[in-house]
């Protein structure tokens, strides 16, 4: 009999371990943005600092994107100014990263720690071109990137509530500004073709 009860034991913990594997195998990995908003709501009890947090995760995968994008445009470019827009985006915004990075960290806001679902999405939208193809979708989608970041970044500078970020977001306006400017003769360029 306690033979019996021990291999009925055996049996369910090998069929929960199965169940288990098997959920988790059906389950997508987390996005890693999710993952830091959540913990983010679970910091701040305004919602007025979380705004500011959620700026600041934004403004991460900007970052990482374009410096994603920017790797594979010196990679795939085909016309040199793509690769220069390339090239300056990953440096440029390789800073950024470092600055905002440190800035979170000194408010204790949580940042998105890997490669977000949208990175991925777009990293690989721009991957499948190749030729001009890819240079005209990417000249575009940094034109449209940084109209949108500037936007963000805008919106921040005058309705963040923290003094450092609303400062931080300001003092990046001039670049993001430059970048597209940067984008849009890329852009000319590519249309040339």
Not at 9 to 26: K, N, T, Y
Not at 39 to 57: C, G, H, M, P
Not at 89 to 102: I, P, R
Request: with cysteine; aromatic share 4%; charged share 30%.
């Amino acid at each position: 009999m306690k033979n019996y009860k021990t291999a009925l034991f055996q049996v369910a913990l090998i069929i929960s371990a199965v169940m288990g594997m098997s959920a988790c195998m059906d389950n997508k990995p987390e996005d890693t943005k999710e993952v830091a908003e959540e913990r983010n709501e679970e910091k701040f009890d305004t919602n007025k600092s979380e705004k500011d947090a959620q700026f600041l995760v934004n403004a991460a995968e900007i970052n990482r994107e374009e410096i994603s994008l920017g790797k594979l445009a010196q990679q795939k470019g085909v016309m040199n100014h793509v690769k220069e827009l390339g090239k300056m985006m990953e440096t440029e915004h390789g800073k950024s990263l470092v600055d905002l990075t440190a800035l979170a960290k000194a408010k204790n806001i949580s940042l998105p720690a890997a490669q977000t679902e949208n990175e991925r999405e777009a990293y690989k939208k721009l991957n499948d071109k190749t030729g001009n193809d890819f240079s005209k979708a990417y000249s575009n989608m940094m034109v449209d990137r940084h109209k949108e970041a500037i936007r963000l970044f805008e919106k921040a500078s005058t309705d963040g509530t923290d003094p450092e970020i609303r400062a931080w977001a300001t003092s990046m306006l001039p670049a993001l500004r430059t970048h597209l400017e940067h984008s849009e003769m890329c852009q000319m360029e590519c249309d040339k073709m």
